[in-house]
C-alpha cells in the first residue's frame, strides 16, 4: 500500500540527479599503454584546474589479460572537491576508449556503452586471444558481430584501426587514442591543452604529437569547422584494408566459397592448352579451377596439372548429370578446390623448394626490415624422420623397407633427429636445392601412392553421394581440409578425417546428412583436443 | 631491480609542509609513514601492496637520511615478526602485504603480538585484494583483527583521509599499546589523487638507542601466566583506551544533516565514494557529497564504537549498513549495541544488499533504494531516471556479441622463459600420461589454462610441492609439483622440498628459476642473479636443496632448451632413485631481461659495434594453419593471420614484430616434430668486412642457382 502511493506521490524528485562527473573507462589488454593514457587525461583535467581521479584493477590481469583503467574529472565548487567513484557504472559512462576491437566488445557487455552517455572510441585492429589461435583451423571470432553492436549502443563512435595509425606514424597506441579523444569533442578542453601534456611526458615526443595529430585528422578530415564532425563518422567506421585481411574468409555449410578473379597471367606458352581446358568447366568454377591449376603445375609439372584436370573434368560432367546447375555448381568449384589441396600434399621436396625460392628470402628480408649493409642468414629447425625419408623412396623399394621394422628404426635412428639448418650457407643451400629438385622421384614415390589412394577413395564417396545428396557430396569434399600439416600432426588429421567420413557414411540416408557432415568438419576444426569431434560422433551414434 | 622504477616517484616523497602531493595511493601511503616518522619498514610484495615495496626500495637514500631500515621479508610471517621490535621500544614500525593470503601467513606473529602488546606505534597495512580483479580467495581481513584484536581502520578512498589515519594510527596504537591494521582495497592502492604533504619526521629514538639500551620484561611475553593477564589487559585496558582514542580524535566521521532524519546509513570508510555515487543517482546526493541523510562513516571499522553506533541510530526508524563481504561482522555489532541498550531502531544490511562481491556504486544503489522504499519511502519523492544498461544489454546484437567476444585469460608474457618448461610438460604427457600436477602460486599459474590446461591444485604460495605430500605412494604414476623461485624462499624449502626429503617422497619436483620475484613486479628474491647494492644476491637454488638432502637434482641453465627439459623431465618421472626429484629450470624473465638489454643492444647498434639481432618467422606457404604450435605455445607475439589465398580454409601462423627470439616456438617445433615453418632470422648490424665478403659471394651462387630453377620451371604467376 504504502509503496503504491510512492509512486504517485505529486512531488518533485527530491532532486535532480545532479551534475555528475566526467567519466571516462579504458578498456586495455596489459601492456598496451591504458596505464600512460590514463596519466596522460588525468594531467590533462588537472592541468584545466578539475579534479581528477583513476583508478585501475591490473591484478591478474597485468601480463596480457583484459584490463580496466577509470577516470573521473570535475571541476571543483568553491574550494569543495567533488567526490569520484572508484568504478564505472553500467549506462552512466561518458567516454570508452577501446584498445583493440574485441575489447571494445567486452565493454559493451559490461553494460558501459550506453546510446544516451558513450561515446566509444575504439581501434578495430585485433589482437588475438589464445582461445582464438589455438583453433586447429579457423577460430578467429566474427568482427561483424562487434561492428553491429556498436551500430546500436554508441551514443557516437570513433572507430578506426589506431594500431596501424600509430606504426605508420612512429608511435604506440595511446598516443592514437589520446588524438582521437581529443577530436572527439568529449571533453571541454583545447587541443593545444592536449599536446602540452604530450609534450611534458619526455619521451618519444615526435612521433607521439605526429600520431596525436594524425589521428585528429583522421576524426575530422575537414578541420575548418571546429567542431567534430560526428555525423561523418559511422561512414568512416568502415573496415580497413587491414581490416578485411585480418576478417576470416565466409566458410559456411554449403561454402559459397569467394569467387576470386582468374589470374590473368598467361604467359607460359606450357600453360597455355591447360588454361584452355578450364573454359570447358561451368563457369562457376572456373577462378577455383584456374587457382587450383597453377597450385598443381607449380608444385610438380605440366603433367600434374592435366592429371588434375582430367579428374576435374570427370567430377564436373558428374555435377552437370546430378543437376548441379540448380546449385551454382558447388560441387564442381570445391572439387577444384579441395583436389588442388590433395594433389600438393606436403612432403620435403616441397618444403626444400619452398625454402630455396627467390621470392622467400625477398619475403623475409621485407619482414625484417633488412637494411643495406646488414647481413641476414635464416635457420631453420628441421626434425625428418625416416618415414618421410622413406615416403620418398621409390614404392616398392620404400615398402622393402617398412616390411622389415628393425632395418627401419635403425635408418630411423640416423635420420630423425633436430637438424638446425642454416639456409643461406653454401652447403646447407646446396643440400635444400637438391632435394628440392627432385620432384621426378615424387609420382612413383611410396608416399604418392598412398596419397593417391586416399584421394580416389575420397572422390569416389563423394561421387557415389552426389546423386542421392548434392549437399552431403560438397561437404565430404571439404572434408579434405581436415588433411594437413606434417609427421604427427597429418597422421591426427587422416584419423580425424577417417573419423568423420565412417560417421558420414552411418548417417547419409537421413535429410540432414549434410548438417551433420557440417557440424562434425566444424567441431574437427574448432578443437584440437578432438573431445568436440568425438562428443558429436558420440551424439550422433546416438540415433542411428 | 623491480618492473617499475620509481626514481622520479621517490622524490615526492621529500614534499615538505604545505605542498601538494600528487600520485597513486600507494605512494601517498608511504609519504604517509615518514611523515609519521617510523624508524623500520618491511613487508612482502604482491597485488596491490607491490608498488609500495618497489617505492621503499627505491628510495634508499630517503630512508637513509631519515635512519629507517628497509626490510625485504622473507615472507609476511616475517615482516610482522619484526613488529616486535615496538614492543619493548618506542620505535614506530610498519609492515605491509597483500591481504588475507599474507595475513594467513603472518598470522602467528600477528597473534602473538597482539597479545603482549606494544610501546612504539606498530601498523600493518594490508592491501584487501577483494573484489572484481582480485587474483585469490574472497575473503575479509576483519576477522583477523577481530580475534587477535588489533585494531582496523579502513579509511575513506582519499588520499587525505588515508594519510592522516596512518599518522592518527600509531597515535592510537601508542595510546592503546595495539598493533593496528590500515587496510586498503585495491582501487586506492591504484587511485590518483592528492593531498598536502608535512614534513617527514626523523624518530628521536633510533634502533641503534634501542641495541645499545636493551629492555625486556617478562610480562610482555606470551607465556602463562603472563598470557593470561594479557588477555585481561587487553579486554580492560586496551580496548577501553583505544575507544576513547578514537571517540576523542574523532576517526570517525558524520555526513549530511544528523538533526531529525527517520533514516540513516553506516558504511565502513571504503565504501564512501560509491556510496555517494549511489545516493546521488537517486537524488540524495550532489556530487561534492552534499547530503540529504546523514551518513556515519566508520574509519575505524573494529573496535566499534558503542556510544557513537547508538547516538547516531537512536531516534532513526532505521539505519543501512554498507559493508562489504561476509560475514556480516558489523550488522551484528550493531544490532548487538541497539539490543543492549534497548534501541528499537531497525537494522537492515545484507538483506537489501548483496552479501558478497563488490559494492559498486550500482549494487550500493539498489541496496539503499531497497532500504529507503521500505522505511522511508517520502525522501526518495519521484526519482530521477537511475543508470540502467539493462536495456541496452538486452538488445539482440549485444546477446549475439556475448557468443562472439572470446575470453581473454591472462597468459606468460612474449618470450617467457616458462613457456617452454610447460610445453616440456606437454610432450612428456603425451609420451607418459596425464599426472596429478600441483601448482602454486606465480606468473607459472598460467599454466592451468589455455593452451597448457596443466595445473589441479593450488593451496598457496609456496605450498606446491607441499601440496602433493599426500600422494607419497609407491609404485604409481609420480605427482608433479611446480613452484617458483619466489615460493621457494618464503617457505618452499622448508615447507615443500625439506618435507619431501624427510619423508621419502619420491615424486618431482619443478622449481620455476626466473631471477627475479617475477608475478608481482620483479623484485629480488635471493636467488636473484643481478647484483644489488643493498641486499645479497645470488644464493643458489641448487645449493639450498641439496643442502637440505634432495640427492636427485638437475640444473637446467637454459630453460628454452626443449629437447633438454623434456628429456629431463622424463628421466625424473621414470627415475627408479628414492626419494625426491628436483629440476631446477632457470632462465631470466624477459619481461625484465628485455628491460635490462634492450637498451645496450640499441647503444651497441648506434656505436657501431657488429650486433647480430635474432627474430622468429614463419613461411606461410609451408605452413598449413594446424596451429599445433599454439597448442604448445601461446606467446603473444605468435598469431594467426589470414592468407590471400582461395585455395586456403585456415589462417597460418605468422609471428609479429615484437617476437624477442626466445626461440621457444622453433624448439617445440623441432622436439615435437611439428612442421618445418619456423625459422630464426639473424640480421647482422655493423656487420665486419668478412662478414660481407662472405655473404656477398654466397648469396651470389645462391641466386645464380634460384635463376637457373626459376627459369626452367613453368611460371605460373607473375614472379
Known amino acids: ?544 | 631491480m623491480a618492473e617499475r622504477s620509481f626514481a622520479r616517484e621517490v622524490e615526492d616523497l621529500r614534499l615538505g609542509d604545505g605542498e601538494e602531493f600528487r600520485g597513486e595511493g600507494i605512494l601517498a601511503i608511504t609519504k604517509a609513514l615518514l611523515q609519521s616518522g617510523v624508524s623500520y619498514v618491511g613487508g612482502y610484495q604482491g597485488s596491490p601492496i607491490s608498488h609500495l615495496m618497489d617505492v621503499l626500495a627505491d628510495a634508499k637514500d630517503v630512508l637513509d637520511e631519515l635512519g629507517v631500515n628497509f626490510q625485504s621479508s622473507a615472507n609476511e610471517a616475517t615482516a610482522a615478526a619484526m613488529l616486535s621490535a615496538s614492543v619493548m621500544y618506542p620505535l614506530r614500525g610498519a609492515v605491509a602485504w597483500k591481504s588475507t593470503v599474507g595475513t594467513n601467513v603472518a598470522s602467528d606473529a600477528l597473534a602473538n603480538l597482539a597479545s603482549g602488546g606494544v610501546t612504539g606505534g606498530a601498523m600493518v597495512i594490508v592491501g584487501e585484494d577483494y573484489g572484481e580483479g582480485s587474483s585469490i580467495m574472497q575473503e575479509r581481513t576483519h576477522a583477523f583483527a577481530m580475534k587477535s584484536q588489533m585494531w582496523l581502520l579502513d579509511p575513506r578512498p582519499d588520499h587525505t583521509c588515508i594519510v592522516d589515519m596512518i599518522e592518527k594510527g600509531f597515535q592510537l596504537s601508542e595510546a592503546s599499546n595495539t598493533p593496528v591494521m590500515l587496510e586498503v582495497r585495491v582501487r586506492s592502492c591504484h587511485m590518483h589523487g592528492s593531498f598536502i604533504a608535512k614534513d617527514n619526521v626523523k624518530p628521536s629514538f633510533t634502533l641503534q638507542d634501542a641495541l645499545n639500551n636493551p629492555k625486556r620484561d617478562l610480562s610482555r611475553i606470551v607465556l602463562p601466566p603472563a598470557a593470561y593477564v594479557q588477555e585481561q589487559e587487553k579486554i580492560k585496558v586496551r580496548m577501553p583506551a583505544a575507544i576513547d582514542f578514537i571517540h576523542e580524535h574523532k576517526l570517525n566521521e558524520y555526513f549530511g544533516p544528523q538533526e531529525n532524519a527517520k533514516t540513516g546509513i553506516v558504511i565502513q570508510g571504503g565504501m564512501y565514494n560509491n556510496v555517494i555515487r549511489a545516493l546521488q543517482y537517486l537524488g540524495l546526493s550532489d556530487a561534492y557529497g552534499t547530503l540529504k541523510l546523514p551518513i556515519y562513516c566508520m574509519n575505524v571499522t573494529y573496535p566499534v564504537i558503542d556510544t557513537e553506533v547508538a547516538e547516531f541510530c537512536r531516534g532513526k526508524d532505521a539505519v543501512l549498513m554498507v559493508e562489504e563481504g561476509q560475514p556480516e561482522y558489523l550488522e551484528q555489532a550493531i544490532n548487538t549495541v541497539l539490543r543492549r541498550r534497548d534501541i528499537n531502531t531497525k537494522v537492515a544490511g545484507k538483506d537489501v544488499l548483496p552479501m558478497g562481491g563488490d559494492y559498486t556504486a550500482q549494487v550500493l544503489m539498489e541496496g539503499i533504494q531497497a532500504f529507503l522504499e521500505q522505511h522511508d519511502p517520502m525522501i526518495l519523492g519521484n526519482r530521477p531516471p537511475v543508470p540502467d544498461a539493462r536495456p541496452v544489454l538486452d538488445l539482440p546484437e549485444v546477446k549475439r556479441l556475448r557468443d562472439v567476444v572470446p575470453p581473454r585469460p591472462p597468459g606468460l608474457c612474449t618470450g617467457c622463459p616458462e613457456r617452454p618448461i610447460f610445453a616440456s610438460m606437454k610432450l612428456v604427457e603425451e609420451e607418459l600420461g596425464e599426472h596429478h600436477v600441483s601448482a602454486d602460486i606465480g606468473c607459472h599459474l598460467f599454466s592451468i589454462l589455455p593452451p597448457f590446461n596443466i595445473g589441479a591444485t593450488t593451496m598457496g604460495f609456496g605450498l606446491g610441492p607441499a601440496s602433493t605430500s599426500a600422494f607419497n605412494v609407491k609404485g604409481a604414476k609420480k605427482s608433479i609439483a611446480i613452484m617458483g623461485d619466489g615460493g621457494f624462499w618464503h617457505n618452499g624449502l622448508t615447507s615443500g622440498i625439506g618435507n619431501a626429503v624427510f619423508n621419502k617422497h619420491d615424486g618431482v619436483f619443478i622449481i620455476v628459476d626466473n631471477f627475479y620475484s617475477s608475478a608481482t613486479g620483479g623484485q629480488d628474491i635471493p636467488s636473484s642473479r643481478a647484483w644489488n647494492k643493498n641486499r645479497q644476491t645470488n644464493n643458489s637454488i641448487t645449493k639450498a636443496v641439496e643442502g637440505i638432502g634432495v640427492n636427485w637434482v638437475r640444473q637446467i641453465d637454459r630453460t628454452y632448451d626443449v629437447t633438454k627439459m623434456r628429456d629431463t623431465l622424463r628421466e625424473a618421472l621414470t627415475s627408479t632413485e628414492e626419494g625426491p626429484k628436483v629440476i631446477v629450470a632457470s632462465s631470466e624473465c624477459m619481461l625484465n631481461k628485455q628491460r635490462r638489454v634492450k637498451p645496450l643492444v640499441n647503444k651497441a647498434i648506434k656505436g657501431g659495434e657488429r650486433v647480430v639481432k635474432e627474430r622468429y618467422g614463419v613461411d606461410e606457404d609451408v605452413c598449413t594453419g594446424d596451429h599445433a604450435c599454439m597448442r604448445l605455445s601461446g606467446c603473444p607475439s605468435l598469431s594467426v593471420k589470414v592468407l590471400d589465398d582461395p585455395l586456403r580454409d585456415d589462417p597460418v601462423a605468422a609471428i609479429d614484430n615484437t617476437c624477442v627470439a626466445c626461440g621457444n616456438c622453433g624448439e617445440v617445433a623441432e622436439a615435437a616434430v611439428l612442421c618445418p615453418s619456423f625459422f630464426r632470422a639473424d640480421v647482422i648490424h655493423n656487420p665486419t668486412k668478412w662478414d660481407q665478403f662472405k655473404a656477398k659471394w654466397t648469396m651470389k651462387v645462391i641466386t645464380y642457382l634460384q635463376r637457373r630453377r626459376a627459369g626452367r620451371r613453368v611460371q605460373v604467376a607473375v614472379a
Not at chain 1, 126 to 150: F, M, Q, Y
Request: net charge neutral; with cysteine.
Open chain 1, 1 to 544: 500500500m504504502m509503496k503504491d502511493d510512492t509512486i504517485h506521490l505529486p512531488l518533485a524528485a527530491v532532486g535532480p540527479a545532479t551534475e555528475r562527473p566526467i567519466s571516462i573507462a579504458i578498456v586495455a589488454m596489459g601492456g598496451q599503454g591504458g596505464g600512460v593514457l590514463t596519466d596522460w587525461i588525468v594531467k590533462l583535467a588537472e592541468d584545466q584546474n578539475w579534479v581528477a581521479q583513476s583508478t585501475s584493477v591490473p591484478g591478474v590481469a597485468q601480463r596480457t589479460g583484459a584490463t580496466i583503467y577509470y577516470v573521473e574529472m570535475m571541476p571543483p565548487l568553491d574550494g569543495r572537491k567533488p567526490i569520484l567513484a572508484q568504478m564505472p557504472t553500467p549506462g552512466d559512462v561518458d567516454v570508452v576508449i577501446a584498445s583493440e576491437f574485441m575489447e571494445a566488445g567486452r565493454s559493451i557487455l559490461r553494460g558501459i556503452v550506453t546510446p544516451k552517455r558513450t561515446t566509444l572510441i575504439a581501434s578495430n585492429h585485433r589482437s588475438l586471444s589464445v582461445t582464438e589461435k589455438i583453433a586447429p583451423g579457423e577460430g578467429i571470432a566474427d568482427n561483424s558481430a562487434v561492428t553491429g553492436a556498436i551500430g546500436v549502443v554508441a551514443k557516437r563512435e570513433i572507430v578506426f584501426n589506431m594500431e596501424e595509425l600509430a606504426v605508420r606514424n612512429g608511435s604506440v597506441i595511446s598516443s592514437a587514442m589520446f588524438g582521437a579523444l581529443a577530436a572527439s569533442g568529449a571533453l571541454p578542453f583545447a587541443r593545444e591543452a592536449y599536446l602540452d601534456i604530450i609534450r611534458k611526458s619526455g619521451k618519444g615526443v615526435e612521433g607521439s604529437i605526429r600520431t596525436f595529430e594524425a589521428a585528429m585528422r583522421h576524426v575530422e578530415p575537414d578541420d575548418t569547422e571546429g567542431g567534430p564532425a560526428a555525423t561523418e563518422l559511422p561512414a568512416q567506421a568502415a573496415p580497413s584494408s587491414e581490416m578485411a585481411a585480418a576478417s576470416p574468409p565466409n566458410l559456411g555449410p554449403s561454402a559459397p566459397i569467394e569467387t576470386p578473379a582468374e589470374s590473368s597471367f598467361d604467359g607460359d606458352p606450357r600453360l597455355k592448352p591447360l588454361l584452355a581446358r578450364i573454359q570447358s568447366l561451368p563457369v562457376e568454377a572456373r577462378a577455383m579451377a584456374d587457382a587450383g591449376l597453377r597450385k598443381v603445375v607449380d608444385y610438380q609439372d605440366v603433367a600434374y596439372g592435366a592429371e588434375y584436370l582430367d579428374l576435374l573434368d570427370g567430377l564436373a560432367r558428374d555435377d552437370a548429370a546430378a543437376g548441379g546447375g540448380a546449385h551454382a555448381f558447388a560441387f564442381t568449384t570445391n572439387a577444384a578446390k579441395y583436389l588442388a589441396n590433395a594433389m600438393c600434399y606436403d612432403d620435403v621436396i616441397r618444403v626444400a623448394d619452398l625454402k630455396t625460392r627467390m621470392q622467400r628470402r625477398d619475403r623475409i628480408e621485407k619482414d625484417m626490415g633488412l637494411r643495406d649493409g646488414q647481413v641476414m642468414q635464416t635457420t631453420e629447425f628441421m626434425h625428418p624422420r625416416m618415414e618421410e625419408v622413406n615416403g620418398l623412396l621409390p614404392a616398392g623399394l620404400g615398402r622393402w623397407i617398412e616390411a622389415r621394422p628393425k632395418l627401419f628404426a635403425w635408418l630411423d635412428k640416423r635420420v630423425s633427429k633436430g637438424r638446425r639448418v642454416k639456409t643461406y650457407s653454401l652447403p646447407w643451400f646446396a643440400a635444400l636445392y637438391i632435394m628440392g629438385g627432385m620432384r621426378f622421384l615424387r609420382r612413383r614415390s611410396l608416399r604418392h601412392q598412398g596419397e593417391v589412394a586416399h584421394r580416389d577413395q575420397w572422390l569416389a564417396t563423394a561421387q557415389r553421394l552426389l546423386n542421392q545428396n548434392y549437399a552431403l557430396a560438397v561437404e565430404v569434399l571439404q572434408f579434405q581440409r581436415l588433411v594437413k600439416g606434417y609427421s604427427d600432426t597429418h597422421a591426427r588429421g587422416m584419423s580425424k578425417f577417417d573419423k568423420v567420413m565412417s560417421t558420414v557414411t552411418l548417417l547419409e540416408t537421413r535429410d540432414d546428412a549434410a548438417d551433420w557432415a557440417r557440424r562434425l568438419r566444424d567441431a574437427a576444426v574448432k578443437d584440437g583436443s578432438e573431445k568436440q569431434l568425438d562428443g558429436t560422433i558420440a551424439t550422433i551414434r546416438t540415433f542411428v
